[in-house]
Structures are given as C-alpha cells and as structure tokens.
C-alpha cells in the first residue's frame, strides 16, 4: 500500500513537472526549434537519436526498478548463485554495439558536414572576453566591407548566406551558442576555432556562453541579427559612415566632452577627435584586464549593450522588432534607436554604476591579481548631470 | 533498519547539510560554492534513500577475524600526502598537485590491502591476491619515477660540464651501459644479486653526479645566453642570427587554429586563412590579443617573416629585453629554409588607426611585397 502511494506520487510530481515545462511560451533559446539549416541537421540527428535511446533508457530503468522491488531484503534465503551466461552476455554486448555503430555513421557524417568551411559566403571574427562578445568583419568587397567593421552585443548576417564564425577568447575559455542556429563552439584564447551559422528567415536569435567564465558568466549573452541582402548591405553601409559630431551647443555636444574625458579610456569611438584635433584612441590595453571594451561607434544602431544583458529598447520598441514579420522586420531593425524608444531607465543605471546591476571585479580591492587593471566596467562615480549629457550624446552614435 | 552503510550515508548527508547552512550563514547565500555544496547534498540524500531502500544489499554480516589484519605502511602515507595538500594550499601548487597524487595512490593501496586482508583465511594466498591487482601497477610506476630520477640526474650533469665533455662523458657512459647489458646477456649465470648492486651502483653514481651538477648550475655559455635572452632578442634583418632557436620550430601546438599561414612562394606573399577561398592581401587581427602566424617558405633562399608593430607600442614588447626590436618596433621569425615552417605570435595593443604606418608583414629582400593587417 505504502509502495503504491509512493508510486502514485513519483508518477504526480513528474507528470506536474513536465507540464509545467512544456508551458513555456517564450523561449528563444529552445534547442528544439532549428532556424537554419546547421540546426536542423543536428535537430535531425538528435530526434532519432534521443528517441532510441529514450527507449532504452526507460527499459533499462523499469527493469532496474522491478529487480530493485521484487528482489528486496524481505528476509528470504539468498537463492542459488550461478555465474556467466555466455549466449546472454555477447548478445548484450553486440546489440548495443551494433546501435551505438549506426549512431555513429549518421554522427561523424553530421560532425564532418558542420566542420566544413570552404563554402563560406562571410566571414565574422568573433571575440569573447569577460562577459560580452566582439564581432569584427574583415574587409570583405563582395558584402561592400572595404574597412574592417567593429561591433559587439549583436551579431549581424544576412538571410540564406554560409556565414563563418572565427572566434577567439582574449582571457578565458567562453563558448559561442546560438540555439536555432547551430550547436556550441568553444571560444579559446589563443586559437581560432570556426562555427558556421545560417538562418532561414530575418530576425533575432538569442544565445548565451556556454562555458563558464567567471562572475557574469550569466550574463553574458549574445543575438544574432539575420537581415535580408538588401537590409544587410544598409547595415554595412551605415556602420561604414564617418563619425557626426554632435552640433555646438547641444546637450549632446557637452555629452561628447563627457566621453572624452570619461569613457574613451576604454571606449572607442571611430572618427572622434579631441579638442585639439587628434583622433581620440582608447586605451583599454592599459585599463581593462582583458585589454578590449565595446566599441560604441554606431551604439544606437544595435538593441542591447553591456554584453547583451541589458535592451536599448523600452519593452514595446522592443517587441515591435522582436515580432516583427519577415518583411517589416529589417526596416524596424535599420531604424535603430531613438529618444523615444531608449531604454533610459537602464541605461541610465548602468552609467551610474555598472557594477550594481552587473556582477564584475570592479573592487579596486580585489584587483591585485590583474595589476589594477579592472575586469568589466567600474563605477565612474558620474554626477547626474554628467548621465544626463552622456546619454544624449550616446543618442547620437547611429 | 540502519546498518553500517546507510549510517555512514546518512552522517554524510548530515555532514554535507551543516555545511551548506554554515556556507550560507557565514559566507555567502547565491555563491557557486552553496550551489556545488547544494548538488552534493542532493547526491548524498540520493544515495541515501537507495541505500535505506535497497536494505544495504545484504543482510547477512560477514564476521572479521581480526587476527589476519597485519601492519600497514598506507595510513601514514595517506597522512602524509594530506599533509601535503594542505602545504600547497599555503605554499605552491606543486605541492598541492603532489599531495592528491600521494592521497590518490596512498588510499588505492590501502583499500586493496584492506580488501585482500580478509579475501580468505589463508594469508599467503591474500598476499598473493593483492600482489597480482597492485604489481602490475606498481613496477611500472616504480620503474617510471626511477628512470625519470636518472634521466634528470643526468641532464643536470650535461648542462653542467662543458660541451667538449659532455661528449666524452656521453660516449662514455654509454659504452658503459653497452659493456654491462653485452655481459649480463652473455652471462645468464650471474648471481642476480650482483647484476642488482653493480645497476644500483651505476645510478647511484648518476644521482650523486646530477646532485653535484645542479649545485654548479649551468655551463657559462647557457647561464649567458639565458641572461642576456638571446632568443627573444631577435634580429630580423635578411642576415643570419647569432642564436638560433631550434624550439620555434617545433611549436605544434601553434600550427592548429592560426589566425593565418602566409605562404611565400615565387617571391610572392599570401595569406591564406580559414573561411577565404583565395589568398588574402589583408589580414584583419583582433586588438589586444595575441594572433599567431605561421610562416611557410617555398622559396629557394632561406628566409624570415618581419612584423611591424607600428608607432604605437605593443605593450608586450616594452620587456627589458626586448629593447633591441623594441626600438624598431618589430618581430620576426627566424631565417628558414625552404619548405619549413615556423610560428610567429603578436600582440597589437592599438588599432590600425592609431599607427603612423601600416602594420604589415614582410620578408627582408623580397622587395614590393606585404601582407597588410587590419587591427580594428
């Protein structure tokens, strides 16, 4: 009787949990929904796969179970022991042999064909550090890239096209994953190792580290931006336009003086010059442990900052892109943002002090190992007028 | 109900749960170390509940006789080894390292003399039964440390003397192990005994030489040549270098996963790169971390890859000594032959645009050829 209730109660949680799992709305890094052709071979592969051995999985458990019951301590005498059963034993040999064999060709065939890179359309340099990713596209004059382009947060490619990651890591191991488009690909310093990603259809694609680095390693998460040909040759375009200083007198301009005295210390900026006319260049080799931070050249032209973890868009701005259809959504993306849709209120926290919302060695105290040199981005200790021209300033990079 | 296995379970699981609440009251609530010492509870409550569900198994209790339990060396070594561990949390790693391999190899041996203890009555046949799990282990390990012991003796002798009498003692120890091995095999009949003292003998000498070898340290010429770093002060013109380090060659675990292999071939330089169909004029190199090159030479000349680190210094190349490229702003590999190869890593600290020059790769006397690299 006691057995049965335990049985009945197993049976009730589990069936609750999976409900409850299968509830879920949203959920863009759902392994289960392939976007792009790399996905789909794995989710093709892993179907089969997970249901044979699901199968097995469940036959072995119930017999395991049932031995486990039927043949418990209940004082009984210790039947007689025999020893080896030769016919048995090669036949649970061979059969699981001959099944992990056929997963195998299937598997090698899918691993060869993942790992192939000599149809590669665009390349993409792909750099992780703690905790956010870099992207730069080498020059490249069939995609119109004729100067290296230099972004972070957002991974943009166009729609149908072979795209090859590169990616390198400048402190610790990371590993680049985007659900529906491909498997994982560690990210290792010192190495480059390749992914090829593809999506089917314009949109947003989420993902996330994969490997552990470290405090924020949660929080290091990345999109990828699929456009159609003619959005994505708009993008290139408009990441390729030269720097527009804000006007004179402007709250943005007074902003720009801001940066130069605060954030250029790690940040760069294509095209902005110093008062006396010098192109102003960052320093984060001399700052920052990993010696890079996020280039915020066109900032306003891509949705998310502080390694993807924060939206630049309010929740309505957002959604509009996120839902956007296939035809809309290109255009909705190339708009960027604006002073109506910032998210001010956490962008306003992080220039604040990132450090509170973001997890991050930026306690001088705790930096004897790295040589002061901070990892992520410490609290400048800005006035609220200071954010107030920071932000319009930031407005302007699109 | 409760017997010895679900009471060392269940002291575990109390253990592991004192834990946990002492790790959250005193250190810290939402840190990886509750999560890790959270998954060891579950493990441990886990293991518990089959342990109670399963009735341990077997009801029956094995009586012990005590009288077969004889001395063991192995406690005292799993002490000892845990000493160390402790040690190197305080001192070094190494330390450290060698106390879990002292531990690891300590409790194997115990739990195996443990065991073959009370296999049966007999205590020659226990003696027999852990010698036949263990030697075959513990021989090759065994003769393992005590080669590793005579080679590093020996390379300390070597670095010692000079080069002219390292060859002399070479030749000589080795007509030596060739005259003793050439007369044990003719004599099949010598006492085992004295083949042991006259080998023990040998590698005592050979220990005591290295001893003696490491207390006068290196020959002149390498304590010089280490000093003065003659391998990372390279010169990187079309002539040949004073030093030549052989190791640069032999960096496998560069040649995998390159940022690009530039090939020189007919006095022509390309990049080729993983993901590019055709060889590249243009290298596109992350900032601020280190990217490595190979370079291949096809050519009949030997030749060298140069690369220019532009006006703004690279940060790495500061080091003392490095000056002397320093001041040129510059590294290089080494001359190579046709058909070698040979790694090169760099470190460009600052972007392309912060350079007064383009950053390129060239090779000294083949005119009108670069590889320019792009460091955004």
Redesign the interface.
């Known amino acids: 009787m006691k057995s049965r209730r335990l049985a009945l109660r197993t049976l009730a949680v589990t069936g609750t949990t999976a409900f409850l799992v299968s509830c879920a709305t949203n959920a863009p890094q759902d392994t289960w929904q392939p976007k792009g052709p790399n996905a789909k071979m794995i989710d093709d592969l892993q179907q089969p796969v997970f249901a044979v051995a699901g199968i097995i999985g469940i036959i072995v458990a119930a017999a395991v179970g049932f031995a486990?019951w039927r043949y418990?301590?209940r004082?009984q005498p210790?039947p007689e022991q025999t020893h080896g059963k030769p016919a048995l034993e090669i036949t649970l040999t061979v059969i699981p042999a001959l099944i992990l064999a056929v997963v195998g060709v299937f598997t090698f065939r899918v691993i060869f064909d993942l790992a192939r890179?000599?149809d590669?359309q665009l390349?993409i340099?792909v750099?992780g550090q703690q905790w956010w990713w870099?992207y730069?596209y080498?020059?490249q004059n069939e995609w119109g890239i004729t100067?290296?382009?230099?972004s972070s947060g957002q991974l943009v490619m166009p729609v149908g096209t072979k795209v090859?990651l590169?990616e390198?890591s400048?402190d610790v191991i990371h590993s680049y994953w985007i659900p529906a488009l491909n498997g994982k690909r560690d990210a290792v310093?010192?190495?480059?190792?390749?992914l090829r990603l593809e999506a089917d259809a314009p949109g947003i694609y989420a993902g996330q580290c994969t490997e552990f680095c470290g405090l924020s390693h949660a929080n290091m998460r990345m999109e990828a931006v699929a456009l159609s040909d003619e959005d994505f040759a708009k993008w290139v375009a408009g990441q390729q336009a030269g720097y527009r200083a804000p006007a004179e007198g402007t709250l943005a301009k007074e902003g720009e003086s801001v940066f130069l005295n605060q954030c250029v210390r790690c940040h760069?900026v294509?095209g902005l010059k110093r008062a006396d006319g010098t192109?102003a260049?960052a320093a984060?080799?001399?700052n920052v442990w990993?010696?890079?931070a996020p280039?915020l050249t066109k900032l306003m032209s891509r949705n998310t900052f502080a390694g993807a973890m924060f939206d630049l868009l309010r929740d309505a701005c957002r959604d509009s892109v996120w839902r956007a259809d296939s035809a809309e959504f290109g255009a909705k993306y190339l708009a960027g943002v604006d002073e109506t849709c910032l998210n001010v209120n956490d962008l306003r926290a992080w220039l604040r002090n990132a450090p509170e919302v973001k997890p991050m060695y930026a306690n001088p105290a705790l930096l004897a190992d790295t040589n002061g040199k901070y990892r992520g981005m410490p609290n400048l200790g800005l006035s609220e007028s200071d954010i107030d021209k920071l932000v319009a300033y930031l407005l302007t990079l699109k | 109900m409760f017997k010895v296995g679900s009471k060392l379970f269940l002291g575990l699981s109390g253990f592991a749960s004192f834990n946990l609440v002492a790790y959250i009251i005193f250190v810290e609530r939402l840190a990886i170390g509750g999560v890790a010492l959270s998954m060891v509870l579950a493990a441990l409550v886990g293991l518990t509940a089959i342990v109670l569900l399963i009735n341990e198994g077997d009801s029956e209790s094995q009586p012990r006789d005590n009288a077969l339990t004889g001395a063991s060396l192995w406690p005292l070594m799993t002490v000892v080894g845990l000493m160390l561990l402790v040690l190197g949390l305080v001192v070094a790693q190494i330390y450290f390292v060698l106390g879990i391999v002292v531990v690891l190899a300590a409790l194997a041996e115990w739990l195996v003399q443990a065991w073959s203890e009370s296999a049966s009555d007999d205590p020659a046949h226990n003696e027999s039964a852990r010698q036949r799990l263990l030697h075959p282990i513990e021989f090759p390990v065994i003769a393992t440390l005590g080669l590793g012991v005579v080679i590093f003796s020996f390379s300390r002798i070597m670095l010692a003397i000079s080069k002219s009498a390292g060859a002399v003692v070479f030749i000589v120890a080795a007509t030596l192990v060739l005259l003793a091995g050439s007369w044990f095999a003719l004599r099949p009949a010598l006492k085992g005994a004295l083949v042991s003292a006259i080998c023990v003998v040998g590698a005592v000498g050979i220990v005591a030489g290295g001893i003696a070898g490491a207390g006068v340290g290196l020959r002149t010429d390498l304590a010089e040549a280490a000093e003065e770093g003659h391998y990372l002060h390279r010169e990187c013109g079309v002539e040949k270098s004073k030093y030549f380090d052989k190791k640069a060659m032999k960096t496998l675990s560069l040649r995998s996963n390159v940022t690009a292999i530039i090939e020189l071939r007919n006095g022509e330089l390309s990049a080729v790169m993983v993901g590019f169909n055709e060889p590249q004029q243009r290298v596109t190199a992350s900032r601020a971390n280190p990217v490595t090159f190979i370079f291949r030479n096809f050519d009949a000349a030997e030749r060298r890859m140069v690369a220019s680190l532009g006006s703004a210094m690279a940060a790495g190349m500061a080091a003392p000594e490095d000056e002397g490229h320093a001041e040129k702003n510059e590294t290089c590999t080494q001359l190579i032959p046709q058909g070698a190869e040979q790694a090169l890593t760099v470190k460009y600290d600052k972007p392309s645009v912060a350079q007064d020059a383009p950053l390129t790769l060239t090779v000294p006397g083949v005119a009108g050829q670069a590889i320019e690299v792009l460091v955004p």
């Open positions: 486990i418990k301590d004082g210790i890179t000599d590669t390349v340099n750099t870099e730069d080498p020059v100067q290296p382009i230099i090859l590169r390198t400048r310093p010192g190495r480059v190792h390749t760069q294509e192109l260049i984060p080799d001399e990993s010696g890079a280039n």
